[in-house]
Protein backbone atom coordinates (compact mmCIF):
# COMPACT_ATOMS: atom_id res chain seq x y z
CA UNK A 1 0.00 0.00 0.00
CA UNK A 2 2.72 2.43 0.84
CA UNK A 3 4.58 1.11 -1.83
CA UNK A 4 1.55 2.24 -4.41
CA UNK A 5 1.82 5.38 -2.87
CA UNK A 6 5.61 6.00 -3.22
CA UNK A 7 5.13 4.79 -6.93
CA UNK A 8 2.35 7.20 -7.32
CA UNK A 9 4.16 10.10 -6.56
CA UNK A 10 7.77 9.29 -8.29
CA UNK A 11 5.76 8.76 -11.37
CA UNK A 12 4.08 12.00 -10.80
CA UNK A 13 7.36 13.64 -10.25
CA UNK A 14 8.91 11.79 -13.34
CA UNK A 15 5.89 12.88 -15.83
CA UNK A 16 8.35 16.07 -16.73
CA UNK A 17 11.08 13.57 -17.71
CA UNK A 18 8.69 11.76 -19.67
CA UNK A 19 8.14 14.37 -21.97
CA UNK A 20 11.21 15.77 -22.43
CA UNK A 21 12.69 12.02 -22.46
CA UNK A 22 10.36 9.89 -25.29
CA UNK A 23 11.13 12.89 -27.06
CA UNK A 24 15.05 13.09 -26.82
CA UNK A 25 15.63 9.46 -27.05
CA UNK A 26 13.36 9.00 -29.58
CA UNK A 27 15.04 11.87 -31.58
CA UNK A 28 18.59 10.32 -30.59
CA UNK A 29 17.72 6.64 -31.95
CA UNK A 30 16.14 8.16 -35.61
CA UNK A 31 19.74 9.86 -35.52
CA UNK A 32 21.64 6.41 -34.83
CA UNK A 33 19.06 4.73 -37.70
CA UNK A 34 19.41 7.31 -40.08
CA UNK A 35 23.29 7.42 -39.45
CA UNK A 36 23.15 3.62 -39.89
CA UNK A 37 23.72 1.94 -37.17
CA UNK A 38 21.62 -0.89 -35.86
CA UNK A 39 18.73 -0.27 -33.01
CA UNK A 40 21.33 -2.63 -30.80
CA UNK A 41 23.74 -0.17 -31.21
CA UNK A 42 21.74 3.04 -29.92
CA UNK A 43 19.74 0.66 -27.41
CA UNK A 44 23.44 -0.56 -25.80
CA UNK A 45 24.56 3.15 -25.97
CA UNK A 46 21.32 4.52 -24.05
CA UNK A 47 21.94 1.76 -21.68
CA UNK A 48 25.21 2.02 -20.48
CA UNK A 49 26.25 5.46 -20.87
CA UNK A 50 22.99 7.30 -20.87
CA UNK A 51 23.87 10.93 -20.92
CA UNK A 52 21.95 12.92 -23.38
CA UNK A 53 23.88 15.77 -25.11
CA UNK A 54 27.21 13.44 -25.50
CA UNK A 55 25.05 10.33 -26.97
CA UNK A 56 24.70 13.02 -29.35
CA UNK A 57 28.17 14.20 -29.96
CA UNK A 58 28.85 10.07 -29.99
CA UNK A 59 26.89 9.42 -33.20
CA UNK A 60 28.96 11.79 -35.75
CA UNK A 61 32.42 10.33 -33.42
CA UNK A 62 31.38 6.86 -34.52
CA UNK A 63 30.43 7.40 -38.29
CA UNK A 64 33.91 9.38 -38.92
CA UNK A 65 35.83 6.90 -36.16
CA UNK A 66 37.74 9.86 -33.98
CA UNK A 67 40.68 8.72 -31.91
CA UNK A 68 39.61 6.90 -28.69
CA UNK A 69 42.02 9.75 -26.76
CA UNK A 70 39.58 12.50 -28.41
CA UNK A 71 36.76 10.41 -27.34
CA UNK A 72 37.89 9.89 -23.75
CA UNK A 73 38.78 13.78 -23.31
CA UNK A 74 35.01 14.82 -25.28
CA UNK A 75 33.50 12.35 -22.56
CA UNK A 76 35.55 14.03 -19.36
CA UNK A 77 34.83 17.65 -20.48
CA UNK A 78 31.11 16.88 -21.48
CA UNK A 79 30.00 14.88 -18.73
CA UNK A 80 32.34 16.15 -15.77
CA UNK A 81 29.49 18.49 -14.36
CA UNK A 82 28.09 15.30 -13.37
CA UNK A 83 30.14 15.30 -10.22
CA UNK A 84 28.76 18.68 -9.30
CA UNK A 85 26.04 17.22 -8.87
CA UNK A 86 26.80 14.02 -6.99
CA UNK A 87 27.87 16.03 -4.33
CA UNK A 88 24.45 17.56 -3.71
CA UNK A 89 23.35 13.90 -3.06
CA UNK A 90 26.53 12.24 -1.43
CA UNK A 91 24.31 11.76 2.21
CA UNK A 92 21.11 11.05 0.20
CA UNK A 93 22.93 7.97 -2.13
CA UNK A 94 24.74 6.85 0.69
CA UNK A 95 22.14 5.57 2.89
CA UNK A 96 20.50 3.65 -0.03
CA UNK A 97 23.60 0.45 0.25
CA UNK A 98 23.82 -1.35 -2.94
CA UNK A 99 21.08 0.85 -4.72
CA UNK A 100 23.65 3.52 -4.28
CA UNK A 101 25.36 2.01 -7.62
CA UNK A 102 22.37 2.39 -10.08
CA UNK A 103 21.74 6.16 -8.05
CA UNK A 104 24.94 7.29 -9.41
CA UNK A 105 24.72 5.70 -12.57
CA UNK A 106 21.06 7.16 -13.57
CA UNK A 107 22.07 10.86 -12.23
CA UNK A 108 21.62 13.23 -15.04
CA UNK A 109 20.57 16.94 -15.50
CA UNK A 110 17.08 15.86 -15.27
CA UNK A 111 16.30 13.54 -12.08
CA UNK A 112 19.60 16.19 -10.42
CA UNK A 113 16.71 18.86 -10.70
CA UNK A 114 13.52 16.72 -9.33
CA UNK A 115 15.46 15.05 -6.58
CA UNK A 116 15.81 18.31 -5.68
CA UNK A 117 12.10 19.22 -4.89
CA UNK A 118 11.61 16.28 -2.90
CA UNK A 119 11.00 16.27 0.59
CA UNK A 120 12.13 14.22 3.33
CA UNK A 121 8.91 11.41 3.09
CA UNK A 122 10.43 8.36 1.90
CA UNK A 123 13.22 10.33 -0.39
CA UNK A 124 15.34 7.69 -0.92
CA UNK A 125 12.40 5.05 -2.57
CA UNK A 126 10.90 7.75 -4.48
CA UNK A 127 14.45 9.43 -6.32
CA UNK A 128 14.68 5.20 -6.73
CA UNK A 129 11.75 5.25 -8.45
CA UNK A 130 11.91 8.73 -10.37
CA UNK A 131 15.64 7.37 -11.35
CA UNK A 132 13.85 3.92 -12.67
CA UNK A 133 11.24 5.58 -14.49
CA UNK A 134 13.55 8.26 -16.13
CA UNK A 135 15.62 5.03 -17.67
CA UNK A 136 12.44 3.58 -18.73
CA UNK A 137 11.45 6.55 -20.63
CA UNK A 138 15.06 7.21 -22.47
CA UNK A 139 15.26 3.41 -23.24
CA UNK A 140 11.92 3.36 -24.59
CA UNK A 141 12.10 6.48 -26.63
CA UNK A 142 15.60 5.22 -27.78
CA UNK A 143 14.47 1.54 -29.46
CA UNK A 144 11.17 3.29 -30.98
CA UNK A 145 13.44 5.84 -32.17
CA UNK A 146 16.15 3.68 -33.90
CA UNK A 147 13.28 1.00 -35.07
CA UNK A 148 9.96 2.87 -36.23
CA UNK A 149 11.61 6.55 -36.11
CA UNK A 150 10.82 7.37 -39.69
CA UNK A 151 6.99 5.39 -39.48
CA UNK A 152 5.55 8.23 -37.29
CA UNK A 153 4.97 11.29 -38.62
CA UNK A 154 3.70 13.57 -35.69
CA UNK A 155 5.51 16.81 -35.45
CA UNK A 156 5.91 17.44 -31.71
CA UNK A 157 8.82 19.87 -32.39
CA UNK A 158 8.89 21.68 -28.92
CA UNK A 159 7.78 19.65 -26.35
CA UNK A 160 10.83 19.86 -25.12
CA UNK A 161 10.04 22.52 -23.68
CA UNK A 162 8.66 21.03 -20.75
CA UNK A 163 12.17 20.88 -19.08
CA UNK A 164 12.91 24.34 -19.71
CA UNK A 165 9.77 25.31 -18.26
CA UNK A 166 10.61 22.28 -14.64
CA UNK A 167 13.95 23.57 -14.16
CA UNK A 168 12.47 27.49 -14.11
CA UNK A 169 9.67 26.14 -11.81
CA UNK A 170 12.44 24.22 -9.66
CA UNK A 171 14.36 27.71 -9.72
CA UNK A 172 11.14 29.86 -8.33
CA UNK A 173 10.62 27.37 -5.56
CA UNK A 174 14.41 27.63 -4.32
CA UNK A 175 14.15 30.97 -4.80
CA UNK A 176 11.16 31.22 -2.07
CA UNK A 177 12.55 28.63 0.12
CA UNK A 178 15.95 30.63 1.22
CA UNK A 179 17.18 34.20 1.75
CA UNK A 180 20.68 33.04 0.75
CA UNK A 181 19.87 34.24 -2.83
CA UNK A 182 23.94 34.59 -3.87
CA UNK A 183 23.77 30.87 -5.38
CA UNK A 184 21.20 31.67 -7.58
CA UNK A 185 21.73 34.91 -9.04
CA UNK A 186 25.64 34.23 -9.31
CA UNK A 187 24.44 31.06 -11.42
CA UNK A 188 22.28 33.00 -13.78
CA UNK A 189 25.20 35.68 -13.95
CA UNK A 190 28.03 33.83 -14.48
CA UNK A 191 25.82 31.01 -16.76
CA UNK A 192 25.59 34.36 -19.09
CA UNK A 193 28.73 35.59 -19.45
CA UNK A 194 30.70 31.91 -19.78
CA UNK A 195 27.55 31.72 -22.76
CA UNK A 196 28.61 34.94 -23.89
CA UNK A 197 32.51 33.54 -23.91
CA UNK A 198 32.60 30.05 -24.44
CA UNK A 199 30.89 28.35 -27.57
CA UNK A 200 26.71 26.60 -26.52
CA UNK A 201 28.44 23.72 -26.21
CA UNK A 202 31.06 23.94 -23.72
CA UNK A 203 29.81 26.97 -21.25
CA UNK A 204 28.28 24.60 -18.64
CA UNK A 205 31.78 23.56 -17.13
CA UNK A 206 33.44 26.62 -16.68
CA UNK A 207 30.44 28.02 -15.32
CA UNK A 208 30.02 25.58 -13.12
CA UNK A 209 33.75 25.65 -11.73
CA UNK A 210 33.66 29.89 -11.53
CA UNK A 211 30.15 29.56 -9.50
CA UNK A 212 31.68 27.06 -7.03
CA UNK A 213 34.52 29.41 -6.16
CA UNK A 214 32.50 31.92 -5.60
CA UNK A 215 30.41 30.25 -3.50
CA UNK A 216 33.35 29.22 -1.42
CA UNK A 217 34.56 32.80 -1.72
CA UNK A 218 30.91 33.73 -0.58
CA UNK A 219 30.94 31.02 2.23
CA UNK A 220 34.07 32.43 4.11
CA UNK A 221 32.88 35.39 4.48
CA UNK A 222 29.72 34.18 5.76
CA UNK A 223 31.12 31.63 8.66
CA UNK A 224 32.97 35.22 9.35
CA UNK A 225 30.12 37.21 10.11
CA UNK A 226 28.24 34.73 11.49
CA UNK B 1 28.64 -4.27 -33.83
CA UNK B 2 32.82 -4.23 -34.51
CA UNK B 3 35.55 -3.69 -31.99
CA UNK B 4 35.81 -0.10 -32.23
CA UNK B 5 31.81 0.76 -31.38
CA UNK B 6 32.23 -1.73 -28.39
CA UNK B 7 35.76 0.52 -27.15
CA UNK B 8 34.04 3.64 -27.91
CA UNK B 9 30.82 2.06 -25.41
CA UNK B 10 33.05 0.61 -22.94
CA UNK B 11 35.47 3.80 -22.60
CA UNK B 12 32.34 6.55 -22.55
CA UNK B 13 30.39 4.33 -19.93
CA UNK B 14 33.47 4.10 -17.69
CA UNK B 15 33.97 7.79 -18.12
CA UNK B 16 30.65 8.48 -17.49
CA UNK B 17 30.39 6.53 -14.78
CA UNK B 18 33.33 7.25 -12.90
CA UNK B 19 32.65 11.25 -13.14
CA UNK B 20 29.26 10.53 -10.94
CA UNK B 21 30.87 8.15 -8.68
CA UNK B 22 33.92 10.79 -8.39
CA UNK B 23 32.52 12.19 -4.65
CA UNK B 24 31.60 9.06 -3.69
CA UNK B 25 34.77 7.35 -4.38
CA UNK B 26 37.27 9.85 -2.99
CA UNK B 27 35.00 10.10 0.67
CA UNK B 28 33.99 6.90 2.77
CA UNK B 29 33.49 6.76 6.48
CA UNK B 30 37.57 7.08 6.96
CA UNK B 31 37.96 10.18 4.53
CA UNK B 32 34.52 12.22 5.69
CA UNK B 33 33.76 14.87 3.04
CA UNK B 34 35.09 18.35 5.25
CA UNK B 35 32.02 20.48 6.38
CA UNK B 36 33.18 23.58 3.43
CA UNK B 37 32.54 21.09 0.64
CA UNK B 38 29.23 19.63 2.33
CA UNK B 39 27.93 23.03 2.28
CA UNK B 40 28.86 23.41 -1.43
CA UNK B 41 27.19 20.95 -1.98
CA UNK B 42 23.75 22.17 0.00
CA UNK B 43 24.34 25.45 -2.14
CA UNK B 44 24.67 24.57 -5.41
CA UNK B 45 21.21 23.24 -6.48
CA UNK B 46 20.46 27.03 -6.97
CA UNK B 47 22.85 27.92 -9.63
CA UNK B 48 22.86 24.98 -10.92
CA UNK B 49 19.09 25.07 -11.41
CA UNK B 50 20.13 28.87 -13.14
CA UNK B 51 22.70 27.29 -15.59
CA UNK B 52 20.22 24.97 -16.66
CA UNK B 53 17.55 27.45 -17.15
CA UNK B 54 20.36 29.43 -19.47
CA UNK B 55 21.80 26.01 -21.18
CA UNK B 56 17.85 25.18 -22.41
CA UNK B 57 18.21 28.65 -23.73
CA UNK B 58 21.14 28.47 -25.46
CA UNK B 59 20.65 28.23 -29.03
CA UNK B 60 19.38 31.76 -28.56
CA UNK B 61 22.79 33.06 -28.77
CA UNK B 62 23.00 32.68 -32.45
CA UNK B 63 19.75 33.00 -33.56
CA UNK B 64 17.69 35.26 -30.95
CA UNK B 65 15.06 36.49 -33.59
CA UNK B 66 12.85 34.20 -34.26
CA UNK B 67 13.73 31.60 -31.72
CA UNK B 68 13.55 34.02 -29.16
CA UNK B 69 9.86 35.55 -28.84
CA UNK B 70 8.48 31.63 -28.07
CA UNK B 71 10.87 30.62 -25.57
CA UNK B 72 10.68 34.41 -24.16
CA UNK B 73 6.70 33.79 -24.12
CA UNK B 74 6.57 30.29 -22.97
CA UNK B 75 9.00 31.58 -19.97
CA UNK B 76 6.50 34.43 -18.88
CA UNK B 77 3.37 31.96 -18.73
CA UNK B 78 5.82 29.58 -16.49
CA UNK B 79 6.61 32.44 -14.37
CA UNK B 80 3.36 33.76 -14.13
CA UNK B 81 1.04 30.72 -14.01
CA UNK B 82 3.25 29.10 -11.11
CA UNK B 83 3.47 32.17 -9.41
CA UNK B 84 -0.45 32.21 -8.97
CA UNK B 85 -1.50 29.12 -8.66
CA UNK B 86 1.57 26.64 -7.57
CA UNK B 87 0.82 23.91 -9.87
CA UNK B 88 3.95 21.97 -11.65
CA UNK B 89 2.34 19.65 -13.97
CA UNK B 90 -0.10 22.72 -15.12
CA UNK B 91 2.51 25.19 -15.76
CA UNK B 92 4.59 22.36 -17.33
CA UNK B 93 1.63 22.09 -19.86
CA UNK B 94 0.09 25.31 -20.52
CA UNK B 95 3.88 27.03 -21.22
CA UNK B 96 5.12 23.91 -23.19
CA UNK B 97 1.61 24.56 -25.60
CA UNK B 98 2.02 27.95 -25.62
CA UNK B 99 5.94 27.44 -26.84
CA UNK B 100 5.37 24.62 -29.30
CA UNK B 101 1.98 26.58 -31.04
CA UNK B 102 4.08 29.86 -31.00
CA UNK B 103 6.91 27.48 -33.27
CA UNK B 104 5.02 27.13 -35.90
CA UNK B 105 3.38 30.76 -36.14
CA UNK B 106 7.17 31.90 -36.27
Not at chain 2, 36 to 57: F, H, N, V
Not at chain 2, 66 to 95: D, E
Request: glycine residues 4%; proline residues 3%.
Amino acid sequence: MLDKKIIKTAFKKSIPIMCSYLFIAFAYGLMMKKAGFAWYVAFFISFFVYTGAFQFVLIPFLTSHVSLLTLAITALLMNSRQTFYSLTFIHDFKKMGIKKWYMIHTLTDETYAVNCTLDEDNKDAVMFYVALFSRIYWLFGTIVGSVAGSLIPIDLKGIDFCMTALFVIIFMDQWTQTKDHFPALSGVIIAFICLLIFSSQQFMLPSLIIVSLLLLLNQGKETKNG
Amino acid sequence: MDRYIFLVIVISTIITFFLRAFPFLFFNEQRKMPAWLDRLGQRLPASIMAILIIYCLKDLKTSFLPLGIPSFIAIIVVVMTYHIKRNTLLSITLSTLTYMILLNLF
